[in-house]
C-alpha cells in the first residue's frame, strides 16, 4: 500500500496519507504528494484537492528518523511550493496534530480546515531546530509576527480554536465531518479567481517594527538561556519581515541546516527518542495484563505524601491519604487545598476542576481504610525498620492483586517486599520533590516484582503524566547514586581550596539551574541535623553549631537578602578555611576547567557502572533521569550522551588525571572498554 492515495469525488481530488504511526513526512510520502500535485495539474476534471491523513493524526512533522542521513529527494520545502504554485486551489483537512513540516504543508496549502480537536504547532525548537520548510517565512505571513513568534519560539501547539482566532485555519468543523467539510469547502471556493497564497502575502507583517523583537528577546531571555535554537528561529522571523521572500527562505535554510548539523540538536532529537524509549520495559512479555486501578492509597500527608496524591486527584483518581495524627492529616489536606486553588488563582485549572480534585481526596487516620485500594503508594520517614513495619501492616490489610509501593528515594526495595508475604506486588514509584510538578518518576522494579504490577505502573505514569524511567535495585538507584559521587567531590573540592560560589559557578555555566551549595542552602543546611550528637566533627556541624541553616534564615553558604539575592557567605567560607586547615589539607588554587572533570565524570562513571550492573536498562534512559529530575540541561543531551560527544577517552583520562584526589573511585571496567573501541553509550 503506498503512503499516498488519491481517488476522486467529483471534481474534487482527494490525497490521503497513511504513514502509522503519525504520518511523518517521509520520502515516500513526500513523493506521493509531489506526484499526486502533478496528478491534480494534468486532469481537466480535477477542480480542487484536498489533501488529509488516516489514522490518529494530520502529518506530525518531517520523518525524524531520517535527519542525518543522505537527504533524499524531493525535499520538503520543494513538495511544499509544488503545492502552493498550484493553480487549483489545495486545502488541508486537519486532525490530530499538525505539527512542524505538518503544518508547513499546510501552510503551502491554499486553505486549511481543522478539526475542532486538533492542534496547530511548530515544535522544532524543541529538536533544536527552526522550521525549515517555509514555515518561518509563511506563519508570520499569515497570523502576524507576535503569534507566529510565539508558536515558532516557543514550539507549543495552539488548539484549533485559537488557531481559527489568529487566521489560521479558516473553518472550523466537527471531528468527524473533516472530510466531507473540507471536499464541500474545496469545491465551493474552486471557481474562484485567485486563492491566498502564504508566500505571497504581506498584509500582515506591514509595518512590524524591531522592538517587537527586541521585546520578545527579553521577554523570554530566561527560558531561552543556553538554547541556539530560539535565537535562531527568531533570527528567521526578523528575515521575514525584513527580507523579500525569497532571500528569507534562504535565511531559513541556512539557519536550519546550521542547527541541524550542531551538536544541541543532536542531543535533543537523542532525547526526543529517548524519552520514547524509556516507556518500553525490557524483557516484558508484549501481552503482560495491567491491573486495573481505580484507587489509590497512601500513607503520610507531608510535603511529599501530598504532592503525590495530587498527580492521581488531578488525573480523577480518588485517593486516600492516612496520617498518624488528626493535625498532621489536617495540615497535609489544607496544603493540598492551598497549592490547587493556587494554581486556579495562576488561571492553570478551574475552580470546578479543584472542587471535584478536593472531592475525589479523603482523609483518614486508620489504615483499615486501605483495605480496597489498588494501590498503596508509602511516603512515610526514610529509615528501613519503619518502613518494613509499615509494610507489614499493609499486607495484612490491603486486599490481595493491589500493588504496594515505597517511595523511598535509596532504600533496598528487595528488603521492604521481604516484610510482606507478597513481595511480587511490591514495587517502587520514586517520586521527585514536588511530587506534583516534577516530570520525572523513577520505578524501581524488585527482584520479585511481577511483570503486570511493573507493567501497570508504567501505564499510571503515563495516565498521571510522568515520564517514567524504570530502574534496578540498589542505593539511590539512577539518580540519587549518580549524584553521591558529585556531591562528594563538591565538598572534597571545598576542602582543597575551592569556594562554595566557584562549585556552583562552574555547574551553573554548563547550565544547571542550580549549583550543589545553593541545594543545599535551599534545601537547609540542617536537615538530618542533630544538634543533640553534633560535635563539630563534620563540616556540616560546624557549619549549623555557627547557626548557618541556608535560606530559611538567610545564612549559609551564601547570604540573603530579603528578595532572596545571594552573595557568598565569608563567615561560611571561614568556617570552611579553619576546617580544612584542621583536617590538614593542602589549599590550592583550582581552575574551572578542574571543577568540572571532578564534578560531572564521576557521574559519568557511577552512570556507566550503573549500566554495567543492569540497574538501568539503557544509557539514554540515565539520560532522562538527570533531564527531568536534577535539571541536567537538555542541549547537552543528558550525562551519557554529553559523555559520547566529548569522547569517553576524554572523560577515562580525566578520571585517570584526578585519580590521586579521588581515592573512592572506582572506575567503570564499560566505560574503560568503550573508551578503548572508540565506542560510545548511545551508539
Ligand atoms: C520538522 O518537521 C522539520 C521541518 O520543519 C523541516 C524539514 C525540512 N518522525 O510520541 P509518540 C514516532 S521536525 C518520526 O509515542 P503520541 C515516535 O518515535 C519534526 N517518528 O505518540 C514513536 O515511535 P515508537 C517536527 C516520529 O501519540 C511513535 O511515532 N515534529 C515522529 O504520544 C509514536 O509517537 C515534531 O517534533 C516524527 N516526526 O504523540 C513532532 N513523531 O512507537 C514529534 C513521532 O517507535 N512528535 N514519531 O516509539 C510528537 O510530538 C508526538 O509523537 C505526537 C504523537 C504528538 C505526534
Not at 96 to 111: D, P
Not at 534 to 559: H, I, M, P, V, W
Request: proline share 5%; net charge negative.
Amino acid at each position: 500500500m503506498p503512503a499516498i492515495t488519491t481517488r476522486r469525488d467529483g471534481d474534487v481530488l482527494i490525497v490521503t496519507s497513511d504513514n502509522p504511526p503519525v504520518n511523518a513526512l517521509s520520502a515516500d510520502v513526500r513523493q506521493g504528494l509531489a506526484a499526486a500535485i502533478a496528478e491534480a495539474e494534468g486532469d481537466p476534471q480535477v477542480k480542487a484537492v484536498v489533501i488529509a491523513a488516516a489514522g490518529r493524526t494530520f502529518f506530525a512533522g518531517a520523518d525524524i528518523t531520517e535527519f542525518g542521513k543522505p537527504p533524499r529527494e524531493p525535499g520538503l520545502p520543494a513538495v511544499i511550493d509544488a503545492i502552493e504554485a498550484s493553480g487549483k486551489p489545495v486545502v488541508a483537512a486537519i486532525h490530530g496534530t499538525a505539527l512542524g513540516g505538518g503544518l508547513e504543508v499546510a501552510l503551502g496549502c491554499h486553505y486549511r480546515i481543522a478539526a475542532a480537536s486538533a492542534k496547530l504547532g511548530l515544535p522544532e525548537v524543541k529538536l533544536g531546530l527552526l522550521p525549515g520548510a517555509g514555515g518561518t517565512q509563511r506563519l508570520p505571513r499569515v497570523v502576524g509576527v507576535e503569534p507566529a513568534l510565539a508558536m515558532i519560539v516557543t514550539g507549543d501547539p495552539i488548539p484549533a480554536k485559537k488557531a481559527a482566532a489568529i487566521g489560521l485555519v479558516d473553518a472550523l468543523v466537527a471531528d468527524d465531518l473533516l472530510l466531507a467539510e473540507a471536499i464541500a469547502f474545496a469545491r465551493a471556493v474552486a471557481d474562484k479567481d485567485a486563492h491566498p497564497v502564504a508566500s505571497t502575502r504581506a498584509d500582515r507583517i506591514a509595518g512590524a517594527d524591531a522592538a517587537t523583537f527586541a521585546a520578545f528577546r527579553k521577554a523570554n531571555a530566561r527560558r531561552l538561556k543556553g538554547f541556539e535554537a530560539p535565537e535562531a528561529c527568531i533570527q528567521a522571523v526578523e528575515a521575514a519581515v525584513a527580507l523579500p521572500y525569497a532571500e528569507g527562505v534562504a535565511k531559513e535554510r541556512a539557519l536550519f541546516l546550521k542547527l541541524m548539523n550542531g551538536t544541541q540538536s543532536r542531543a535533543l532529537r537523542h532525547l526526543f527518542f529517548a524519552e520514547r524509549a524509556a516507556a518500553k520495559i525490557d524483557g516484558l512479555p508484549a501481552d503482560t495484563q495491567t491491573l486495573p486501578i481505580a484507587k489509590v492509597g497512601i500513607l503520610g500527608a507531608g510535603t511529599m505524601g501530598g504532592g503525590i496524591a495530587m498527580n492521581f486527584l488531578t488525573a480523577g483518581i480518588p485517593v486516600t491519604i492516612i496520617e498518624r495524627e488528626q493535625a498532621a492529616l489536617d495540615r497535609g489536606i489544607a496544603i493540598i487545598r492551598k497549592n490547587y486553588e493556587a494554581s486556579a488563582a495562576k488561571g492553570r485549572m478551574t475552580a470546578e476542576a479543584v472542587e471535584k480534585a478536593m472531592g475525589n481526596l479523603a482523609g483518614s487516620l486508620d489504615y483499615a481504610d486501605l483495605a480496597d485500594c489498588d494501590l498503596v503508594i508509602e511516603a512515610v520517614f526514610e529509615l528501613m525498620e519503619i518502613k518494613k513495619e509499615v509494610f507489614g501492616r499493609l499486607d495484612a490489610i490491603v486486599k490481595q492483586g493491589a500493588i504496594l509501593a515505597t517511595n523511598t528515594s535509596y532504600l533496598d526495595v528487595d528488603e521492604i517486599a521481604a516484610a510482606t508475604s507478597r513481595p511480587e506486588a511490591v514495587i517502587g514509584l520514586h517520586f521527585f520533590s514536588p511530587a506534583n510538578v516534577m516530570k520525572l518518576l523513577e520505578i524501581v522494579r524488585g527482584a520479585k516484582t511481577a511483570p503486570a504490577v511493573l507493567a501497570t505502573c508504567m501505564g499510571l505514569a503515563r495516565r498521571i503524566g510522568k515520564i517514567a524511567v524504570v530502574s534496578g535495585v540498589c542505593h539511590g538507584f539512577i539518580g540519587n547514586r549518580m549524584l553521591s559521587p558529585r556531591q562528594r567531590e563538591a565538598n572534597a573540592l571545598l576542602m582543597e581550596g575551592a569556594r562554595p560560589v566557584d562549585v556552583d559557578r562552574v555547574l551553573l555555566d554548563f547550565g544547571f539551574p542550580m549549583g550543589p551549595f545553593q541545594m543545599a542552602d535551599l534545601a537547609g543546611l540542617d536537615i538530618g541535623w542533630d544538634p543533640a550528637k553534633s560535635n563539630g566533627e563534620t563540616l556540616r556541624d560546624r557549619l549549623c553549631e555557627a547557626g548557618l541553616r541556608g535560606q530559611k534564615n538567610g545564612r549559609g553558604f551564601y547570604d540573603y537578602d530579603a528578595s532572596r539575592n545571594r552573595t557568598p557567605s565569608a563567615e561560611a567560607e571561614a568556617i570552611i578555611a579553619d576546617f580544612a586547615a584542621k583536617a590538614g589539607t593542602e589549599q590550592r588554587s583550582i581552575s574551572d576547567e578542574e571543577i568540572l572533570e571532578r564534578l560531572l565524570y564521576p557521574m559519568v562513571n557511577e552512570g556507566a557502572l550503573i549500566l554495567e550492573e543492569g540497574i538501568a536498562q539503557r544509557a539514554s534512559d540515565i539520560d532522562i533521569v538527570w533531564l527531568n529530575g536534577y535539571g541536567w540541561p537538555a542541549w547537552t543531551g543528558g550525562p551519557m550522551f554529553w559523555a559520547d560527544t566529548i569522547g569517553l577517552d576524554t572523560v577515562v583520562a580525566g578520571l585517570e588525571k584526578h585519580a590521586a584526589r579521588m581515592p573512592a573511585l572506582r572506575v567503570s571496567e564499560l566505560l574503560k572498554a568503550r573508551a578503548a573501541k572508540g565506542e560510545t553509550f548511545n551508539g
